[in-house]
Nanobody, 125 residues
Framework: QVQLVESGGGSVQAGGSLRLSCAVS????????MAWFRQSPGKEREEVAS????????HYADSVKGRFTISMDKPKNTLYLQMNSLSPDDTSMYYC??????????????????WGQGTQVTVSS
């Protein structure tokens, strides 16, 4: 059974940083594409960043380029999202996602079979 458990969310002031973690079980990090998505009330879920864990290619939403970094730790079977220079616009629920066999980056949300429960990030001005 695949489980994705996010942690690291919280409240921070604008300009601050957070690092989200996604602990993975029942699934090997290093084969297929994984990603971080976010969704706010009344808005569509959007990809923040994705990584092809097989070859390390990454993709970022324009709104986070240069501020966020997606990475993986294969021995720990964990996905990370380092978020710097946070702004109130980054306030959202953040979700970790894993595909079941897809490679590449920038995939649509329907390409991901496994999802975590989410971790809330709140940025105050």
């Amino acid at each position: 059974q695949v489980q994705l458990v996010e942690s690291g969310g919280g409240s921070v002031q604008a300009g601050g940083s957070l690092r989200l973690s996604c602990a993975v079980s029942g699934y090997t990090v290093g084969h297929y594409t994984m990603a971080w998505f976010r969704q706010s009330p009344g808005k569509e879920r959007e990809e923040v960043a994705s990584i092809d864990t097989g070859d390390g290619r990454t993709h970022y939403a324009d709104s986070v380029k240069g501020r966020f970094t997606i990475s993986m730790d294969k021995p720990k079977n964990t996905l990370y999202l380092q978020m710097n220079s946070l702004s109130p616009d980054d306030t959202s629920m953040y979700y970790c996602a894993a595909s079941a066999g897809d490679r590449g980056v920038g995939l649509a949300s329907y390409a991901y079979r496994y999802w975590g429960q989410g971790t809330q990030v709140t940025v105050s001005s």
